[in-house]
């Protein structure tokens, strides 16, 4: 099972990936979580990948797609080894149609097939809303609001002790672009999905709660009809 989590910027994707990875016992894959582990450990790969997630502009394809095919292939091989994860959850991966057709040959080549696509679908006001007052932990990433859940005094993180900040692609010209990109290059692989007829939809403006409940049950449904349960 391979599942991919779609939707814009501040729709919620890493919020339910963190969630749906040990309930569906997937191994996530999100991309901006590997780019920064990288900018983190500051080797020069890290710095360059500094500049570009700090104005909001895309990671080159090429890069992207060789991360993520290493980390499909570790999985395979793990799974082959006996370890029993049942598949990928990709989080921000894919966002451009090269990738989206890389990633379907990556798993063509390793003979695994996607599950479902589910979009996560926000309005843009509330996107901008919950960006601009994201705050995460340098440290454990945890993530917070300024107004629906503020970080503790001091802003230090109280799941590690890390310094709660605002990400630098979370200031208002990088949202603006990086919602822009969203538009042009990520939202036109919607259609490709459903096209294949693997797009699902599920509304994101509820409480995280009600949207991890929409997911499994898509999840569900989609194992069940593919006689994989
Ligand atoms: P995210 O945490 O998913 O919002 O990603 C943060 C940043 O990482 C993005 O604004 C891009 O600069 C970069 N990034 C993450 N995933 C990708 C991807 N699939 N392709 C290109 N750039 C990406």
Redesign the pocket.
């Known amino acids: 099972m391979h599942v991919i989590l779609m939707g814009a910027?501040g729709s919620g994707?890493?919020t339910q990936a963190a969630i749906l990875e040990p309930r569906l016992n997937l191994v996530k894959i999100?991309?901006?979580?590997l780019?920064?582990a990288e900018i983190f450990s500051g080797s020069p790969l890290g710095n360059e990948?500094k500049a570009?997630?700090g104005?909001?502009?895309?990671?080159?394809?090429e890069l992207?797609t060789n991360v993520?095919r290493g980390r499909i292939s570790a999985l395979v091989a793990d799974r082959e080894a006996g370890n029993p994860v049942a598949g990928a959850l990709f989080?921000?991966?894919?966002?451009?149609d090269v990738?989206a057709r890389s990633l379907d040959t990556i798993l063509d080549e390793l003979g695994e097939r996607l599950t479902t696509v589910i979009e996560i679908v926000v309005p843009r006001d509330t996107l901008v809303e919950r960006l601009s007052g994201r705050r995460v932990c340098a440290e454990c990433g945890k993530v917070f609001h300024i107004v629906s859940n503020p970080a503790p005094a001091g802003n230090v993180c109280d799941n590690c002790g890390g310094r709660v900040i605002q990400r630098e692609?979370d200031m208002p010209g990088?949202i603006a672009r990086?919602l822009a990109?969203y538009d042009q290059q990520t939202a036109p692989l919607l259609d490709y999905y459903r096209n294949l007829g693997l797009l699902e939809q599920v509304d994101g403006d509820r409480p995280v709660d009600a949207v991890t409940s929409a997911i499994l049950t898509i999840v569900e449904r989609r194992l069940t009809a593919s006689g994989t349960v």
Request: aromatic fraction near 6%.
């Open positions: 910027q994707k890493g999100a991309t901006g979580d780019f920064r990948l570009i997630l104005r909001g502009d895309l990671v080159p394809d992207t993520v989080d921000g991966y894919p966002r451009t990738q692609d990088p990086r990109l």
